[in-house]
C-alpha cells in the first residue's frame, strides 16, 4: 500500500536553526498531512495541505507540496528545544490515512 | 470541545493472556474511529477502523479484533496474547474518513512477557 517515506529518519540542530524534513509517497492523493508525536504521547495534527495547494503556513510551520515530484516537505523555522517530536506524514490513500515511519528532531538548547 | 480517552495508560501482560484496551470519544457524534499499533521507533500501522456502531473494517490479519458496542467507544480485544503484540496502541476519530484531519488519544503502551 502507499506509504509516505520521511527523510530524514533523524535529524539533530540547534535552538534557532530551521529545521526541514521531506516526505515522499507514491500514488495520487487528495490531501497531505504532517503530525508530530512527542515521546510516549498520542499524534498531534500540525497541517493539511490539499493537493492544488503548493504551499501552506502556520505560525512556524511551512509545508510545501509537489504532486508532480509527489513529495512534501516540512520547514520548522527558528526551532526550539521544545519543538523536540516526532514528525510524521500522512496521506489519503482510498478512505484511510497512511502514515510514514517518521523523523525525529532533536533541538539542543 | 472534544476529548478522547484511552485506559489503561500502560498494561504488562504475559503471553497468552486477554486484552481489552478501551478508547472513548466526547463532544462529537458518529466520529470516525481508528486503532493504530505502533511499534518502537516506527510508524503507525492502521488495525481497526470503524464509521459506526457495531461496524468494524480490520486493515491486516492479526491476533486482534475490535468491536463498537456504543456510538463513542472502540475497544480493542485479544484471546490470546503474543510477543509480538507488545506496542503502542493509539486510538483517534476523525469526522470523515481520509481526507480529514485525526485526532488521537494519549495511547496505551502494552508490553507482553
Known amino acids: 500500500s502507499q506509504q509516505g517515506e520521511e527523510d530524514p529518519q533523524a535529524l539533530s540542530i540547534q535552538e534557532g536553526e530551521n529545521a526541514t524534513m521531506n516526505c515522499s509517497y507514491k500514488?495520487?492523493?487528495?490531501?497531505l498531512q504532517w503530525y508530530r508525536q512527542n515521546s510516549g504521547r498520542g499524534l498531534v495534527h500540525l497541517i493539511l495541505?490539499?493537493?492544488?495547494?503548493r504551499e501552506k503556513h502556520s505560525g512556524r510551520l511551512r509545508v510545501t507540496l509537489d504532486t508532480s515530484k509527489k513529495s512534501s516537505s516540512l520547514l520548522i523555522t527558528a526551532s526550539r528545544a521544545a519543538d523536540t517530536a516526532s514528525y510524521f506524514c500522512?496521506?489519503?490513500?482510498?478512505?484511510?490515512?497512511?502514515f510514514g515511519k517518521g523523523t525525529m528532531l532533536l533541538v539542543s538548547p | 470541545s472534544q476529548t478522547i480517552h484511552q485506559w489503561p495508560a500502560t498494561l504488562v501482560q504475559p503471553v497468552g493472556s486477554p486484552l481489552s484496551l478501551e478508547c472513548t470519544v466526547e463532544g462529537t457524534s458518529n466520529p470516525n474511529l481508528y486503532w493504530y499499533r505502533q511499534a518502537a521507533g516506527r510508524g503507525l500501522q492502521l488495525l481497526f477502523y470503524s464509521v459506526g456502531i457495531g461496524q468494524i473494517s480490520s486493515e491486516v490479519p492479526q491476533n486482534l479484533s475490535a468491536s463498537r458496542p456504543q456510538d463513542r467507544q472502540f475497544i480493542l480485544s485479544s484471546k490470546k496474547l503474543l510477543l509480538s503484540d507488545s506496542g503502542f496502541y493509539l486510538c483517534?476519530?476523525?469526522?470523515?474518513?481520509?481526507?480529514?484531519?485525526?485526532?488521537f488519544g494519549p495511547g496505551t503502551r502494552l508490553t507482553v512477557t
Open positions: 500522512a496521506t489519503d490513500e482510498y478512505s484511510t490515512l497512511t
Open positions: 483517534a476519530w476523525s469526522v470523515t474518513l481520509g481526507d480529514y484531519e485525526q485526532y
Open positions: 495541505i490539499r493537493s492544488n495547494e
Open positions: 500514488t495520487s492523493i487528495n490531501n
